[in-house]
Each structure stands twice: as C-alpha cells, then as structure tokens.
C-alpha cells in the first residue's frame, strides 16, 4: 500500500521533514560526518518553557497542552527543535506538571519549576539540571509558538555562532504587537520591555519578541543569577539578560523570515488561527503526495494520519488519531474517523468509525456506525443505518440495512437481511453471536446470543433464534398468530390521525 505519512504520529510530531538539501539537513550531515564537531561547532542544549498556566486560554487545561490538528502545542515546539539534534532537551515543566509529563516524548527531559515565578526562574532551574559544567549555546524556546520551525531554530543558533555574541533574541515586526514584548534598540543596545511595564513610546513599537533565543551559556549562568523581579508582575524576566549581557559582551536580534512562524498562542482565538495554519499545510502535503481533497476548507485531517495514493477525500471528513487510509479509496462526505484503518479501494461514505477496519474494496454507508473492534473483511458492505461493534464481518459478507452487529462473528459471503439484530446483551453479560459462511438471514430477525447460525442456513424473516441452526438448515418461527379487533383507544387514535388528513382510511393496510 503505497500510504506515505506527513507527520509521525503523537507526541514524535515533526511539522514536515527537512527537505534533503535544506540547511537544516546539511548541518545535520555535517555534525554526522565531522571527526571533530566540538572544534567547529559547540553543543546544543535546548530547553522549552511550559510550565506556565496560560491565563488567557481561561481554561483548566495548561496552555501546552491544547491541542493543534491533534497534537499537544508543547509537541510541535519539540519537534522543531529535535533536528538540531540538541545534547540534551529539557522541558520546564510546573503547572498540571503531570500531565505535561505525560505528553512529552521519550527524548525530552522535564524539569520540575515548583513556583511559576516568570520566564527567568524557569531558564534559572533549567540551568541548574544542566549543571555547571556544560559548555556551548543555550536554545531557549517558549512553549506557545506551535509554528516555529527547525529551519528558523536552525539560522538563529548559525547567526548567534557566526556573530560570535553572547545572546541572540528572534524577533518580528508585527502589524498588531498587542500583548508581546516590544525590542528597543538603542545604539547597539538591546532591551525588551513588557507591554504592561511599556511607556507610551514603547508601546508604539512594532518590533517584538517572539520568545525564542540563542544564548552563550556561561552568559546566560552569570545573568542569570542578576535578575531582579522588579516589574508589573513581580516576577523574573528572562527577557532582561539581553539587557545584561548586552553589558558585557554583545545581545543582539535576529528577524524572523517567514511571518506564518510568528502566530504565538496566548488565547483560543490565536490557537484557532495557528491550527489553521497547520491544518493547511497538512492538507497540502497529502495533495502533493497525490490524495485528492475536494474541499480543503472543510476537510480536518490530523497529524498522524496517513493516506495513500488517488485516494479521494470528500468534503465535511474528520479523519482523526491514528487512522490510516489506503489508496484509491474514496472517504466522505461527512465521514469522522478515529484510530480507523481503510484498506485499498475501500468507500466510506457519510459515516463514522472509532477503532475500526475496514477492509479492501469494503463498502461502508451511507450513515453507518463502526465501533471499536469493528473488522470488516474484503469487499464487505455495511450499509446504510447500520451499527457494528466488536464484530468481524468476513470477505464479501453483507450487512446492507438497519442492522445492529455486536460481538458477533461472521463468515464469508454471509448476507443479513434489513433490521437483522444481535441480542448480545442479556442484562449482565456480552454473549457472541457466530454466523457461518454463506448463511442468510432474513428481515428482522432477532439472534438470541449466545448462538451459532450454521454454514449456509437460512432463517425466515421475523423469526427470533434462541438456539443454534445447524449448517444448511432453515428456520421460521414467532409468525403474528392472534388476530382479533384492536382495541377502542387505538381506534381513536387512528381516527384523530385521519382526521389530519395523514392517513385516509382507503390506504389503511389489514
Ligand atoms: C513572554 C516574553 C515576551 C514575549 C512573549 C512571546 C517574558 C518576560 N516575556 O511573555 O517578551 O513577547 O513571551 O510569547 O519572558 N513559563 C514558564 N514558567 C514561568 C512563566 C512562564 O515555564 O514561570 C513559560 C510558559 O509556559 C510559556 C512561556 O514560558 O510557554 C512564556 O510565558 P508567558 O507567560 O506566555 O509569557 P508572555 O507574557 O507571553
Ligand atoms: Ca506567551
């Protein structure tokens, strides 16, 4: 199955491979091949800032946390950074620290900051888990900036190297710098000011910090343990070591190239603005490798997700989580699929699947429901109405209408008749329904679990099977037996329905 993949999955999420070429890639060959890396380049520490709550967000969930195409914003800062192939990654770490934790890959490295006293204290009590020994550049990254890129990191530590200067800072001018903190640039000084700790002045300024820098660490130990909380909020300011080193050796800014990179996130209308980005490129990268989307502004398609070649995407499809779609398949309209596997030259057409398989050339739809162990074999349909969970449906068996398939396993080229119906529930436990090859039901038949329906036998519509039908048999049963005059209030309200004109009397069937 020729599937390609935009993005490895969860938390390994990497916004588009370096392109063979790209400086990024270059760099990492050379770090590679280099017999003596240490003597042309120094090492890499990184560190994300994340341990803040993110008031803005006003939401009980950390601000890192929210999610973007899937995947938790802390995730995205990480896999722009993971190219650089840093010594060690660590991610500071403080409110909902746990659950942050829990959502870091294998290769980032949390350090608990117990008070979220500013931007400052955090870089401070990363320093302390690097230890005192290391030498080279300190990548600094907020962790609120899902659209940075490997690229951008990548030319801010070059330019910070070739500059030969104690801390570099990326920046941006920005039509609207409302809630960021302004750069002032003063005679080769570099400072930044807070917008609540802004003058008037200051406050005009369009050129603002994007929370991203390079610093030499032994500036960045000595400045650190400088800072002051003497400001609006009371706390440390990472943001005031530029001033400081700038004292001693040399600060200075880097602009930022590609203005996409620059959507911080602070609340859920700018998170809403950077999922878009994302979800475009996304979106673009299955075009390129060959998918058709019809309606790329209401299609959402994860991160994770993978999809293989000609295959057609509809318009109003969510394809979620690990879902995996094979090629020449057709999926949608309306179709919501998560964790759901769609194997070659299958349709799913208005439909939603949770944990599900849905095998080559099957057909799925419209308005079908696929629950988690849901396993459709080749060619199989689930048709229109249908609900299927814990269920194997085997090669070319059909579930064409209004049926419920609940632990239930079914052979091949099996067929079930409209309204066909598992009772799998008996009040306390799940019983399974097994339906040999070839066997057919007929319409409204209700299957008693636990029961065993025979290779190629056949039950008479209506009928309610308690017990198993051996291979090739037939069986009917619970026929209508009593027929006597209906009761006075049903006729009365069979008149009052005629007399709405719903039902004449000459159409009413014995
Ligand atoms: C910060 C910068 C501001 C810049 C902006 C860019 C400072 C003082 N200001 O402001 O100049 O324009 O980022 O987004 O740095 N964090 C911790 N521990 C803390 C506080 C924060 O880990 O004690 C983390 C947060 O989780 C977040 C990042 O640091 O990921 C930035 O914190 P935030 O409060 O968003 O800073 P801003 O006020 O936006
Ligand atoms: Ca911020």
């Known amino acids: 199955m020729a599937r390609h993949r935009v993005l490895v999955p969860g938390s390994q999420v990497r916004i588009l491979p370096p392109q063979p070429g790209s400086p ?20 890499i520490f990184a560190v994300v800032l994340a341990a803040g709550k993110g008031t803005r967000m006003k939401s009980n969930r950390a601000k890192v946390l ?13 896999g722009a950074i993971r190219p650089l192939a840093p010594d060690r990654l660590l991610v500071v770490v403080g409110h909902q620290a746990g659950l942050v934790e829990g959502a870091l890959p294998e290769d980032a490295e949390p350090v608990l900051q117990k008070e979220q006293l500013g931007t400052g204290d955090a870089v401070r009590v990363a320093l302390g888990a690097l230890g005192g020994e290391e030498e080279g550049v300190l990548l600094v990254v907020n962790g609120d900036g899902p659209l940075i890129s490997d690229r951008t990191l990548d030319e801010l530590v070059e330019r910070h190297r070739s500059a030969g200067v104690g801390a570099t800072v990326l920046v941006a001018e920005l039509e609207n710098p409302r809630g960021l903190g302004r750069v002032v640039e003063d ?27 390079a ?31 700038g004292s001693r050796s040399r600060a200075v800014t880097y602009r930022l190239k590609n203005p996409e990179e620059a959507n911080l996130v602070n609340d859920r209308s700018q998170l809403a603005r950077a999922e878009e980005i994302l979800r475009r490129r996304i979106l673009d990268a299955h075009m390129r490798d060959g998918v058709t989307v019809r309606d790329p502004v209401s299609t959402h398609i994860e991160a994770s997700v993978e999809i293989g070649r000609d295959t057609v995407i509809l318009p109003g499809t969510f394809l979620r989580g690990n879902t995996k779609i094979g090629s020449d398949c057709v999926v949608g309209p309306s179709t919501d699929l998560l964790d759901t596997v769609v194997e070659d030259g299958a349709l799913v057409e208005h439909s939603v699947g949770r944990g599900a398989q849905v095998g080559e050339g099957a057909s799925v739809g419209p308005y079908a429901f696929l629950r988690p162990g849901t396993v459709l074999g080749p060619e199989a349909k689930v048709g229109a109405y249908c609900e299927v969970k814990n269920s194997r ?56 679990a636990p029961v065993t329906i025979g290779e190629g036998a056949y039950l008479g519509a209506g009928s309610v099977v308690n017990k ?4 090739g048999k037939l069986a009917v049963g619970m026929p209508a037996r009593v027929i006597r005059d209906a009761p006075e209030f049903l006729r009365k309200a069979s008149k009052s329905e005629d007399a709405e004109g719903e039902r004449p009397e000459s159409e009413t069937e014995d």
């Open 24 to 43: 990024v890639a270059v760099r990492e060959a050379i770090r590679r091949s280099s017999s003596e890396p240490m003597s042309t380049m120094s090492s």
């Open 215 to 245: 610093f030499e660490l032994s500036e960045i130990r000595d400045a650190i343990g400088r800072l002051k909380a003497e400001n609006g909020q009371g706390e440390l300011y990472l943001t005031d070591v530029l001033e400081i080193i």
């Open 393 to 448: 449906v085997g090669k070319g068996s059909k579930v064409p209408h209004l049926s419920y398939v609940g632990d239930a396993e079914i052979g091949e080229d099996a067929n079930l008749g409209a309204g066909t119906i598992t009772a799998n529930y008996d009040g306390v436990r799940k019983n399974r329904t097994t339906i040999g090859d070839g066997a057919f039901t007929g319409v409204n038949t209700n299957l008693i």
């Open 66 to 78: 929210h999610t973007l195409c899937g995947v938790p914003m802390v995730n995205y800062v990480i």
């Open 187 to 213: 005679a080769g000084v570099v400072r930044i000011v807070e917008e609540r700790d802004a003058t008037e002045d200051e406050r005009q300024i369009n050129l603002v910090n994007l929370g991203l820098y």
């Open 468 to 471: 198993d039908i051996p291979p």
